[in-house]
């Protein structure tokens, strides 16, 4: 951050020790946590895109890094299907002259920040004897997501060739559905509705030119794909790391030719315990980026052998 000021706070811990270790049995623990938090106090000279209020790399004076900024979704037209949205299109003189850092507070809210306040770890080890298990699990707490994006990749149309989401069986389809689904309409390109909804009314020219009101909107599907209907909490626990191992004993091979003999399975990525509106998106893809394919678990059988 250039020619700014920001107030950082924050603090770590860590606690490792063994509450139990018997002759037969131990168990280790580890843990460690962080939290920070940040407030700009006063910004940067710098002008900053639409796409930058929308993503969380705008720095705005009185948020912390990381805020981002999403369109208020009001609801689906009951006779069209189309999501509408608070864009002061009835107020737009109020709009009139102001540079897009004064219409962003006004045409969006703040969805919360897409970096966590407090991130942590834990790591244990359970031996029996000769057996043991070992878990590690993190978390991250206070974080918010965009739900990756439902209508821009099919905003001008569907191809045969094409999938597409589940969600849209769901859709918005005739007039009362809006009672029940927040999934909008899919038009066809030949539908009288299409053209109005693939460009916003602040890219006219009477908009841009005469009234000068800075481009805070693409069109009603970017708006609905990042409006705050698509914000979810990004809390999760994960357990990442499960290993099971068992020891041979050196009397259980003095007759054989082996020295140390361990057999472990271990699987990653094993279950994450996240919101339940991600509806299957990996907590850690916050739909700021293209999407990427979902961590799956995976398992590995490995035999270590000394001679």
């Not at 990525?269 to 990996?282: C, E, M, P, Y």
Request: charged residues 20%; contains cysteine.
């Amino acid at each position: 951050m250039n020619n700014g000021t920001i107030d950082n706070k924050g603090y770590s811990f860590y606690i490792s020790g063994y509450p139990i270790r018997t002759k037969d049995w131990s168990l280790y623990l580890s843990t460690g946590y962080s939290w920070a938090d940040n407030t700009v106090r006063s910004g940067t000279n710098e002008n900053f895109s639409l796409d930058d209020y929308l993503s969380g790399t705008a720095i705005v004076n009185g948020q912390a890094i990381g805020t981002f900024y999403s369109y208020k979704y009001l609801g689906l037209n009951p006779n069209t299907g189309i999501p509408m949205f608070e864009d002061y299109r009835d107020r737009r003189h109020l709009l009139a002259n102001k540079k897009l850092a004064d219409v962003i507070p006004l045409v969006m809210t703040t969805s919360g920040n897409r970096d966590p306040k407090l991130t942590g770890s834990f790591y244990t080890t359970l031996k029996w004897k000769q057996l043991s298990a070992n878990l590690s699990f993190n978390y991250r707490i206070g974080s918010k997501i965009r739900l990756f994006n439902l209508y821009d990749p099919i905003s001008k149309g569907i191809s045969s060739d094409k999938n597409v989401r589940k969600e849209f069986l769901n859709r918005w389809m005739k007039p009362g559905d809006e009672k029940h689904t927040n999934i909008p309409v899919l038009l066809s390109p030949s539908d009288p509705n299409y053209e109005s909804t693939m460009s916003h009314w602040c890219l006219t020219a009477s908009a841009k030119v005469n009234e000068k009101i800075p481009a805070f909107a693409g069109n009603t599907w970017s708006m609905y794909d990042n409006s705050d209907l698509r914000v979810v909490s990004g809390n999760y626990l994960q357990l990442s790391n499960l290993v099971f191992s068992y020891d041979f004993r050196p009397e259980q091979l003095k007759e054989t030719f082996i020295k140390a003999l361990r057999m472990s399975l271990s699987t990653t990525n094993v279950f994450t315990i996240a919101s339940k509106k991600l509806d299957g998106q990996d907590p850690t893809q916050a739909g700021f980026a293209g999407v990427s394919m979902s961590t799956r678990p995976s398992y590995t059988f490995n035999i270590n052998i000394s001679f």
